[in-house]
């Protein structure tokens, strides 16, 4: 379970306070996938990284009880200077999981070859995103946090060989995915929610929360 209570987050722009969070309180169980509705510039990403516990609230609690991923595509947790089999080797020991399994999934799933044993920072932007995206495979977590959605590639074998243990998760995990196109939602969600001024509006399904996002989105 993840679990905000009474959050509130803010941030001085230079000119004026802007307000992402004021007081509030949800909570998402495991096995009720969630779609959250946001316009751009409202706060998505950090909304996302106080769930994984990337940022602090200014007030408030958030509880996690269960396994929670870091946002896919976010690497700030590997080193760029060691290469994937290293960061993948020390991610696993963090996580209690068998760094010989860990590794040898990330470098099947990758298609790397002979950079997976070269430094990150050498790597593209393509290649960090297929390796962020394998490792989080990897770890088998609860609940996965997507930030607008998967990340692009245009490699058709990693594409393939991915597609599988993805679809896998999504069957077997909770989700919760951030986007200001509700379509991006509609084969994870099962429940959803808008985000406007600071305030999160909580809805059964996603037809419900569509209807004010579009209402309030097309009125601004």
């Known amino acids: 379970m993840l679990e905000f209570e009474n959050v509130s987050k803010s941030f001085w722009t230079g000119s004026q306070r802007k307000v992402i969070l004021d007081r509030v309180s949800f909570r998402v169980e495991l096995g009720n996938s969630m779609g959250i509705l946001a316009p751009n510039g409202t706060g998505k990403t950090t909304l ?9 609230p200014d007030e408030g609690d958030i509880r996690r ?4 991923s870091f ?20 991610i696993s020991r963090l996580y209690g999981l068998d760094p010989d399994y860990v590794e040898s999934f990330c470098r099947w799933l990758c298609g790397l070859g002979e950079y997976f044993d070269q430094p990150l920072g050498t790597y ?39 597609r599988d243990p993805l679809q896998e998760r999504l069957r077997t995990t909770t989700i919760i995915i951030v986007s200001h ?28 929360a569509k209807q004010l996002y579009d209402y309030e989105t097309h009125e601004s």
Do not use: W
């Open 124 to 162: 593209s932007a393509a290649m960090r995103s297929r390796f962020s995206f394998a490792l989080m495979l990897a770890l088998d977590f609860d609940m996965y946090l997507i930030d607008e959605g998967m990340p692009g590639t245009t490699d058709a074998e990693f594409n393939r060989k991915a």
């Open 48 to 56: 996302i990284n106080m769930m994984a516990g990337l940022e602090k």
């Open 71 to 90: 946002p896919l595509g976010f690497m700030g947790g590997v080193v760029g200077k060691v290469s994937a089999m290293e960061n993948s080797r020390f």
């Open 65 to 68: 009880s269960c396994n929670i």
């Open 181 to 208: 196109q509700a379509e991006t939602l509609e084969k994870f969600a099962r429940s959803a929610a808008v985000l406007l001024d600071g305030q999160l509006h909580m809805f059964d399904t996603l037809e419900e």
